[in-house]
């Protein structure tokens, strides 16, 4: 079983910066990937930022030069510092963990909510 548990969430005022932190535990033989994504009110899940083993990232174009993921997958950790928030990035924040079994399994984390105020 595999547990994916984020933290840091908050509520921030325009411009501000928070920073995520995810760790994933459980019976974990090793990763694909992880990475976050993101769900606003009335919107869908949308892909935030992913990081594989080999440190090849990917982000959002809306993030793009203000958020930067990054990971330590010899500690099933990973993390998302956001700079510069801006209100439309108000939103629940999911971290997400591609296990291989070997075959590639997703889990989601809980959620972390994420507030930019005005």
């Known amino acids: 079983q595999v547990h994916v548990v984020e933290s840091g969430g908050g509520l921030v005022q325009d411009g501000g910066s928070l920073r995520l932190s995810c760790v994933v535990s459980g019976s974990i033989f090793s990763f694909d990937a992880m990475g976050w994504y993101r769900r606003a009110p009335g919107k869908q899940r949308e892909l935030v930022a992913s990081?594989?083993?080999?440190?090849?990232?990917l982000y959002a174009d809306a993030v793009k030069g203000r958020f930067t993921i990054s990971g330590d997958f010899a500690k099933n950790t990973v993390w998302l510092q956001m700079n510069s928030l801006k209100p439309e990035d108000t939103a629940v924040y999911y971290c997400?963990?591609?296990?291989?079994?070997?075959?590639?399994?997703?889990?989601w984390g809980q959620g972390t909510q994420v507030t930019v105020s005005s």
């Open positions: 997400h963990a591609g296990v291989r079994t070997p075959v590639v399994l997703n889990y």
């Open positions: 990081i594989t083993t080999v440190a090849s990232t």
